[in-house]
């Protein structure tokens, strides 16, 4: 619809010379009876022109050539709104493109083959992930999908630390679980990991070495303890990724950039463009001189740089990489660092308009009506991998994404447990799997001649005129904007409400009209149109990264 009215009223426009750099824009009314479509053009032109909205609108109308078997009505609304209704007939032969399309229906160029980076997770290998990791999981690699939906470049990028207190800490708390096999009075640190997964990585470690590592020197032995640690604790989390059918294509180390000298140079730039300085043995960054509200410290009297130093050098690795869009998906605890990364990279002179952050707030694990809180692995979290073993990764995976990412979520276990239409992944799954059903009793039933094929010339679509079948196109045909909006939002829950909303109105279809009839004509057309409401729910499932079954 909206591709079919930009053409025509962009040609309206252009005839009296009205196109200039005004943005056009069509929206659907809240209210259906306000037409399909409606835009404010006029409003917009009004002002540069003189006149009043509803004259410019008037006039834009008179002007506009459209054919009538497709548009029936076009009014001029309030103060000069231009609503636009289409025929059934627009409507039912667009069924066929769906089909034709198939499995790149939804699929566009805007993204124009934009080089573009998608950090998410980027979890320090300290121990397994939590509930919060996985919806940043599932946020994360949706945004990437609907990114390469729209044509986007995308390089999926884990951004990690093997270095530092945290790492030492584990080290320590593995050789301690490890020493303790051996000899169970061995001390443990009081500030240790005390999750039960150290004492599994203790245990394997001692499967592989024995008892070797008590005659090491300690520090030998805590090193070995480290690296077996982070690598066992790596492999776990890129195991429970895959479980979610999330992969990278770049692990980026955080020590790297101390390794090769990135670091320095960040801090070397900014004492040359006179906004680094030393105080109280620490180097501050004159954040002031950046628009922020107080100077900040880079690198700590101790000589170990904050987090945003780090950041800003590992930035400017990625504007460096060549990529012209880079999202970074961030938990709500990063908040207060992000405006001082920016205003560092803008200072070193990239712009920091082609980043986009995108903040998600923390999730509530809930089983019956009561917060969940106790795990069996970690000391303090419920891990991913325990969540994903109770509800399923598609759960999982649709639940972290119903809720706008920057509304806190309560997952309801229950809820996603219950094979039901109560559980709105189910629901979705559901309606897919029932008209994969449908398409197979109508090859039982000897009427493969009457099932759809994406050319197939003689289905006649004008047959689909009930306000059910018409509502359902209507919708499936907004597929594509409800992709280009919820990438260019960075708002993936509304595929979600979406696929939601097609299983809704696809049941109603179903339950009002029998699809499978005598009439082998009317049959063709509604397993056409069955045929487009699967291949819209398929398409919606792959990008939310869940699995459309066929049999439920």
Known sequence: MKR?????????????????????????????AHGDLTTNIAMVLAKSLGKSPRAVAQEIVTA????????????IAGPGFINFHFTERFFNHRVGDVLLQGDAFGRTTTGEHKKTQVEFVSANPTGPLSVGHGRQAAIGDTIANLLEWTGHDVTREYYYNNAGRQMRMLAESTYARYRQIFDPAFPFLEDGYQGEYIVEIAQRLKEARGESLCALEKEKAIEECKSYAEQALFGGIKDVLGLMGVKFDVF???????????????IAEFRRLGLAYDSEGAVWLKATALGLEQDRVIVKSTGEPTYRLPDIAYHVEKFRRGFELIVDVFGADHIATIPDVLAGVRA??????????????????????????MSKRSANFVT?????EEAGSDAVRFFFLMRAVSSHLEFDLDLAKEQSEKNPVYYVQ??????AS????????GSTSSLPAPNNEAIDYSLLVQPEEIALIKLLLEFPDVVESSCYTFEPQRITTYLHDVATVFHKFYHEH??????????????ALCSAARTVLANGCKILGISAPERM
């Open 514 to 527: 029998r699809v499978v009839t005598p009439d082998r004509e009317l049959s063709s057309a509604r397993l």
């Open 384 to 388: 991913l991998d325990e969540l994903i």
């Open 348 to 373: 070193l002179g990239y712009d920091p308009e082609k980043v986009k952050v995108v903040i998600h707030q923390f999730v509530t694990l809930m089983r019956d009506g009561q917060q969940v809180k």
């Open 438 to 445: 449908i398409l197979r009793f109508a090859e039982s039933e």
């Open 252 to 266: 980026y180390n955080e020590d790297s950039l101390y390794k090769t000298g990135k670091i320095q140079d960040v």
């Open 430 to 435: 559901y309606a897919h799997a029932r008209i």
């Open 4 to 32: 079919y009215l930009n053409e025509k009223v962009s040609a309206a426009l252009a005839s009296m010379n009205w196109l200039g750099s005004a943005q056009l824009t069509f929206e659907k009314p809240r209210d259906e």
């Open 64 to 75: 506009l050539k459209v054919e009538p078997e497709y548009i029936s009505n076009v009014e």
